[in-house]
Nanobody, 114 residues
Framework: QVQLVESGGGLVQPGGSLNLSCAASGRDFSGFTMYWHRQPPGKEREPVAFILPGGATTYIGSVKGRFTISRDNALNMFYLQMNNLRPKDTAIYYC????????WGQGTQVTVSS
């Protein structure tokens, strides 16, 4: 059974940091493009960043310069380091793997509030 499981979310104050992890199992994800998406309260799910199998990265919108996406293919693990967090970053964060088909994780809640 193929699974993606996110972890590392929580409550953090503005300006703080969190490191999200996505553990993949059931198949080798080294050939997958891996995405982080987020869904703020009451809004549509939106892409945040993605990383190609070779390691090239792309960041979308307001996360540029604050978030870093990375992968460890040997461990089948994917990460999103989030720094200088803002209240508008509050959302459920999802990882997604895409190759010939796509897989989603169940999400992890990130709340940025003082």
């Amino acid at each position: 059974q193929v699974q993606l499981v996110e972890s590392g979310g929580g409550l953090v104050q503005p300006g703080g940091s969190l490191n999200l992890s996505c553990a993949a199992s059931g198949r080798d994800f080294s050939g997958f493009t891996m995405y982080w998406h987020r869904q703020p309260p009451g809004k549509e799910r939106e892409p945040v960043a993605f990383i190609l199998p070779g390691g090239a990265t792309t960041y979308i919108g307001s996360v540029k310069g604050r978030f870093t996406i990375s992968r460890d293919n040997a461990l089948n693990m994917f990460y999103l380091q989030m720094n200088n967090l803002r209240p508008k970053d509050t959302a459920i964060y999802y990882c997604k793997g895409v190759a010939e088909k796509g897989y989603w994780g169940q999400g992890t809640q990130v709340t940025v509030s003082s």
